[in-house]
């Protein structure tokens, strides 16, 4: 993961722009990452490092975990990119699945959180599989491969308290 590079070091500075904690230089990063790459369509390229992400803005979940990671690491927060599992109500065609996804994790100085720029927001449907402190796609995939030899034979349904009481 290429994180020196000087011109992610410099977008990273005047994206986060006086922020300090390090959750809230994340979100905004996270912010940034998802509107510099959704301008063109989502790009399956492979695996794309931090530096071919940002000049190209083309990539999938994986290229902006690596692009976020790197410029939080620009910024001296901790990055790891994680790769497993995201529930999607519809993904190429099909309803109700689990899909392989790739966000990151940053240390916020309490723990680890995680943010995740190509979906916009982290939530419970998140399941982890494999964690790489530098973005190494070898253990990523080990993670979606993982991924893969599992069923999911059934699931709960997560309600907010509101929404339960209603039911």
């Keep these: 993961m290429n994180f020196e590079d000087s011109r992610l070091a410099a977008r990273a500075q005047r994206v986060a722009l006086g922020a300090t904690e390090p959750s809230l230089i994340m979100r905004r990063l996270a912010n940034y990452v998802r509107g510099h790459m959704s301008v063109q369509r989502i790009d399956m390229l492979g695996y794309g490092s931090a530096l071919e992400a940002f000049r190209s803005r083309r990539g999938d979940c994986t290229e902006y975990a690596v692009l976020l990671a790197a410029m939080g690491r620009a910024l001296g927060v901790p990055t790891r990119v994680v790769s497993g599992l995201v529930y999607s109500r519809y993904f190429e065609g099909q309803r109700h699945v689990f899909v392989p996804h790739v966000w990151v994790q940053a240390w916020t100085g309490a723990g680890w959180q995680s943010f995740d720029a190509a979906l916009g927001q982290f939530d ?38 509101k929404a339960a009481a209603a039911n």
């Design 124 to 161: 419970s449907t998140h399941l982890a599989f494999a964690v790489s402190e530098n973005g190494n796609p070898a253990e990523l995939f080990a993670g979606l491969n993982l991924a893969h030899e599992l069923r999911l034979t059934s699931a709960a349904r997560v309600l907010p308290r």
